[in-house]
């Protein structure tokens, strides 16, 4: 899964915070309906507006997959620290009771 892009520092998903703006949903917007062009207006300046357009296309997917690979790797890490976090406390709360049943065990029945 690739979460970084090329002559950026690797991603660390333990030092990313997820910023608000990283999984609020992005308005809807509305597309403008294609025009159909007719072949004989295809010029070499509608070609190159096409080439820079298609590019600028994949470099904003390519972006957005790069953002969601980076919030799903955030994502297992906080997972993985959620479950390694419930286990240590399961173990305090076991180690708590033992302690607890240690010291009543101790205590001089006051009968």
Known sequence: MLC???GEPEFDPRRHTVEEGDVM???????IKRKC?????????YWKRRR???EQAKRSRDTRRLQENRI?????????ELKSAKEQ?????L?????????????????
């Open 25 to 31: 949903p992005r308005p809807a917007i509305r597309r």
């Open 95 to 111: 180690e708590n009771a033992r302690l607890r049943s240690v010291v009543n065990s101790q205590k001089p029945d006051d009968g």
């Open 72 to 80: 799903k790797m955030h994502v297992i890490h906080l997972k993985s």
């Open 52 to 54: 820079k357009n298609n």
């Open 89 to 93: 406390l399961k173990n305090a709360l």
């Open 37 to 45: 062009i007719p072949e004989n207006d295809k010029d070499e300046e």
């Open 4 to 6: 970084t892009a090329p």
